[in-house]
């Protein structure tokens, strides 16, 4: 079992920018698809952006494209996410997350397929 651990979050003004990392430990994640989720306050988690090992590609969010960037080192066993020109409404708790790497696209834009998650990082972006 992984276990994934974030950090990175904080309170930054609205413009600036965050870099989130998920570490994970117990076992490898090079061959898994690696996503980044967030819940703001009162309400459901969704989806921000993922990355395949398989293929490398990435997937964002309409909210988040253009200014978060996921990328992974598999030599640190680890997943960042950059955030830049960050707005209020990008104020959430922050997750990281693991699913195995054989879905279609669209899976993974869905919580369900991830099975391993971390305990998130809160992220506020004051106005």
């Known amino acids: 079992q992984v276990q994934l651990v974030e950090s990175g979050g904080g309170l930054v003004q609205a413009g600036g920018s965050l870099r989130l990392s998920c570490a994970a430990s117990?076992?490898?994640?090079?061959?898994?698809?690696m996503g980044w989720f967030r819940q703001p306050p009162g309400k459901a988690r969704e989806f921000a952006a993922a990355?395949?090992?398989?293929?490398?590609?990435?997937y964002y969010a309409d909210s988040v494209k253009g200014r978060f960037t996921i990328s992974r080192d598999n030599a640190k066993n680890t997943v960042y996410l950059q955030m830049n020109s960050l707005k209020p409404e990008d104020t959430a708790v922050y997750y990281c997350?693991?699913?195995?790497?054989?879905?279609?696209?669209?899976?993974?834009?869905?919580?369900?397929?991830?099975?391993?998650w971390g305990q998130g990082t809160q992220v506020t972006v004051s106005s």
């Open positions: 990355i395949r090992w398989s293929t490398d590609s990435t």
């Open positions: 117990g076992r490898t994640i090079r061959t898994y698809t």
């Open positions: 997350a693991e699913a195995p790497d054989y879905y279609s696209e669209k899976t993974y834009y869905e919580s369900p397929t991830y099975n391993s």
